[in-house]
C-alpha cells in the first residue's frame, strides 16, 4: 500500500461548480497534512495545511482532515479555470522530522 | 518576498558531463531538499540536509551527490550524467520542524543527450 494515496484523474468539473479532491494515507502516526498546487512546466505551490481534525477554510479552499479514517480532502468552492492544475497531498509523518511525504497528484479541469 | 532560488531554469548537458545544480534559500531554513520529478512517478526524494555540512540519502540516491558548505546553499552533483536524469529537478527548504511545509523553488529543467 502507498503511503499517499490519490486518484491521479483527470477529476472534470464545470466552473462554478465544488471540486473535492481526495488523499487516503496509511501511517497513522502522520501529524500534518499539506495540500499543494502545481500548474504544468511550474514547481509546487502551497495552499494550505491542516493538523487537526475537521475543517479549515481559506477563501475558496476548505481542507478536510480525518485521522480517524485516514483521509484528507480539499474542496475547491466556485471553480475557475484558473484552478485547473494538479494538486499533491502530502504529509509529515512523526519521527521523520521535517520530510514530507507525497502523493503523485489529481489533475483538475475546470471546464466553462 | 521569501524564496528559493535555482541556479537555471533549463539547462541541455551531454551524456557523462558532471552536472552542478545550485538552490539558495533566503528564509534562514535548517532543512533543504532535492527532489526529481517524472511524468507518473511524482516527487522522487534525491538526498536532503538537516544543517550545514550535513547530508542524507534520500529514496533515489544513485547517481547524485550533494553539497551543503552554507546554511542557505545546497547543490546537486550529478556526477556522470546519463539519459535517464533528465527530469525536471526541484529544490525545497522548510523550517526545523517542517510545521509549514516546503517552499520550492522554480525548477530545473535538465535534459542529458
Known amino acids: 500500500q502507498k503511503e499517499v494515496e490519490q486518484n491521479s484523474g483527470p477529476l472534470s468539473v464545470p466552473e462554478g461548480a465544488i471540486a473535492s479532491l481526495n488523499c487516503t494515507y496509511s501511517?497513522?502516526?502522520?501529524?500534518?497534512f499539506f495540500w499543494y498546487r502545481q500548474y504544468s512546466g511550474k514547481s509546487p505551490e502551497l495552499i494550505m495545511f491542516?493538523?487537526?481534525?475537521g475543517d479549515k477554510e481559506d477563501g475558496r479552499f476548505t481542507a478536510q482532515l480525518n485521522k480517524a479514517s485516514q483521509y484528507v480532502s480539499l474542496l475547491i468552492r466556485d471553480s475557475q479555470p484558473s484552478d485547473s492544475a494538479t494538486y499533491l497531498c502530502?504529509?509529515?509523518?512523526?519521527?521523520?522530522?521535517?520530510?514530507?511525504?507525497f502523493g503523485t497528484g489529481t489533475r483538475l479541469q475546470v471546464t466553462l | 518576498d521569501v524564496k528559493v532560488t535555482q541556479s537555471s531554469r533549463y539547462l541541455v548537458k551531454r551524456t557523462g558531463e558532471k552536472v552542478f545544480l545550485e538552490c539558495v534559500q533566503d528564509?534562514?531554513?535548517?532543512?533543504m531538499f532535492w527532489y526529481r520529478q517524472d511524468p507518473g512517478l511524482g516527487l522522487r526524494l534525491i538526498y536532503f540536509?538537516?544543517?550545514?555540512?550535513?547530508?542524507e540519502k534520500g529514496d533515489i540516491p544513485e547517481g547524485y551527490s550533494v553539497s551543503r558548505e552554507k546554511k542557505e546553499r545546497f547543490s546537486l552533483i550529478l556526477e556522470s550524467a546519463s539519459t535517464n536524469q533528465t527530469s525536471m529537478y526541484l529544490c525545497?527548504?522548510?523550517?526545523?520542524?517542517?510545521?509549514?511545509?516546503?517552499?520550492f523553488g522554480s525548477g530545473t529543467r535538465l535534459t542529458v543527450v
Open positions: 525545497a527548504s522548510s523550517s526545523g520542524t517542517g510545521a509549514g511545509g516546503y517552499t
Open positions: 501511517d497513522r502516526g502522520s501529524q500534518s
Open positions: 491542516i493538523y487537526s481534525n
Open positions: 502530502a504529509l509529515l509523518r512523526g519521527g521523520t522530522a521535517s520530510k514530507l511525504t
Open positions: 528564509m534562514d531554513h535548517e532543512n
Open positions: 540536509s538537516y544543517d550545514v555540512k550535513m547530508k
